[in-house]
């Protein structure tokens, strides 16, 4: 499993945010990442393709990250190849359930246009 990597999404910027550095190196998130890519047998969920990256359904924020319940629940994973997840973040804007956090860390529903 090397070569993979994952995003943050947090306000459709996927990159590694400051808060977020210690998240991704620790154990706990690994092992999660891990088990998820092989659930899913490595695959992009969306097209078929190889999924390069472990994509969060409901965006992390600062505090999210440390709730386990959001950031390494296998229902919030979704894992996405270089296009797709490209397409996700830069393309129709939509999530895959329609779900986002607020700026204060409120889920909300967006409904695709
Ligand atoms: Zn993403
Ligand atoms: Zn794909």
């Known amino acids: 499993m090397q070569g ?4 943050v999404c947090l ?16 154990k706990a998130w690994q092992r999660c990442r891990e088990g998820y890519i092989q ?5 992009c969920e969306r097209c078929g393709a190889g999924g390069k990256i472990v994509h969060h359904i409901v965006e992390l ?3 999210s990250i440390n709730n ?7 229902n919030n994973l979704e894992l996405l190849c270089q296009d797709c997840h490209n397409e996700h973040h830069h393309g129709g804007g939509s999530t895959t359930q329609g779900i986002r956090f607020d700026e204060d860390g409120n889920v909300y529903e967006v409904k695709p246009l």
């Open 68 to 74: 386990p319940e959001v950031s390494l629940n296998w």
């Open 4 to 7: 993979l990597s994952w995003c």
């Open 39 to 43: 659930s899913v047998m490595g695959l």
């Open 11 to 26: 306000g459709g910027v996927s990159m590694a945010k400051e808060w977020a550095k210690g998240f991704y190196k620790c």
């Open 61 to 63: 924020t600062p505090e």
